[in-house]
């Protein structure tokens, strides 16, 4: 048997371009600290371009924070080495925090600490430099993001959602037409699936196509939807009793393409049967305003493959 090449994501491609480039453009301007340019790119190329400005951001900031306290406290302290260090990182992480960079903090210490153990006459060249070589590597990377297949993650998050909807008959019939408790924390971890994935939709802002505003608001609906099936699921579920199946409900189980046994649909006439024949007509209202939903966005889910 032949070996079996590995898989390579998109986004190893775009890592390796952008490194190989950051270098290149560190070589021409003759940088004496190019590893950093290699390191900015590789901080920087994100799954989704939102995630690749907030490092970006964050890389930019807390290099150009920790190279410049470390540069003024190294001359104010010249004498006095380590007390220079220990007041210039708290003066530092104060400001990170009061400018809300928090997430910086880490490395504009390292930045400062690195400056201030250079030699006094070279912290600010070592800074400059450093910051130059870093911000080649986070542009590079955040212009390879951009430029080559951005992540768009609609069709994946389009299927999970028909996932969700094909395997709600089973869960409806074992409950409804047999009387049994199925097990819900598949729906459930489904629901944290998309969840997850319409949250990182969601951050994809930059750049965006014409109507990905809409295919958002769609996607957030069909959320919603879904949610709305498993809450009555979960209701039904929770009953002690599972109630009469009314005639008018056994009729729209055609909806998930289930067909209730002759003579199991009665008129209600406990409070089992109301409740539980409110929660199932909630659960196909959902399920029909879904497949409304559903049936309306298969041309555009299409076009995002």
């Given at each position: 048997m032949g070996r079996l090449l590995p898989h390579i994501g998109l986004r190893t491609v775009k890592t390796g371009l952008?490194?190989?480039?950051?270098?290149f453009l560190a070589d021409l301007r003759a940088?004496?600290?190019p590893i950093f340019a290699a390191i900015g790119a590789i901080v920087a190329m994100n799954r989704t371009v939102g995630d690749?400005?907030?490092?970006?951001?964050t890389q930019f900031f807390g290099i150009l924070l920790g190279a410049g306290f470390g540069a003024l406290f190294v001359n104010l302290f010249e004498g006095l080495r380590y007390v220079g260090i220990g007041l210039g990182m708290?003066?530092?992480?104060?400001?990170?925090?009061?400018?809300?960079l928090r997430f910086a903090v880490p490395l504009a210490c390292i930045v400062f600490s690195a400056v201030c153990l250079s030699p006094a006459d070279q912290a600010l060249y070592y800074g400059v430099n450093r910051l130059l070589d870093t911000s080649i590597g986070l542009a590079t990377a955040l212009a390879v993001n951009i430029a080559l297949k951005p992540y768009?993650?609609?069709?994946?998050?389009?299927?999970?959602?028909?996932?969700f909807r094909q395997a709600v008959p089973a869960y409806v019939e074992e409950r409804v037409l047999h009387g049994r408790y199925p097990d819900l924390s598949p729906l459930e971890q489904q629901l944290h699936r998309i969840a997850e994935e319409l949250a990182l939709f969601e951050k994809q802002y930059v750049?965006?196509?014409?109507g990905r505003t809409e295919q958002a608001v769609f996607?957030?609906?069909?959320?919603?939807?879904?949610?709305?099936?498993?809450?009555?699921?979960?209701?039904?579920?929770?009953?002690?009793e599972r109630g009469c199946l009314s005639p008018e409900n056994a009729a729209r189980l055609a909806v998930l393409g289930l067909t209730a046994p002759e003579g199991?649909?009665?008129?209600?006439?406990?409070?089992?049967?109301?409740?539980?024949?409110?929660?199932?007509?909630?659960?196909?209202?959902?399920c029909t305003f879904f497949d409304e939903f559903d049936a309306a966005q298969q041309p555009a889910a299409g076009q995002e493959k």
């Open positions: 952008a490194v190989v480039l950051a270098l940088s004496p600290l690749a400005f907030e490092s970006c951001r708290m003066a530092l992480i104060l400001l990170c925090v009061s400018l809300r768009n993650n609609y069709g994946q998050i389009v299927r999970l959602l028909r996932h750049l965006r196509p014409q996607l957030r609906g069909c959320e919603q939807l879904a949610r709305s099936v498993y809450q009555e699921l979960a209701a039904l579920c929770a009953m002690d199991m649909a009665v008129p209600p006439r406990r409070d089992a049967d109301v409740v539980g024949n409110y929660h199932l007509d909630n659960l196909l209202r959902a």
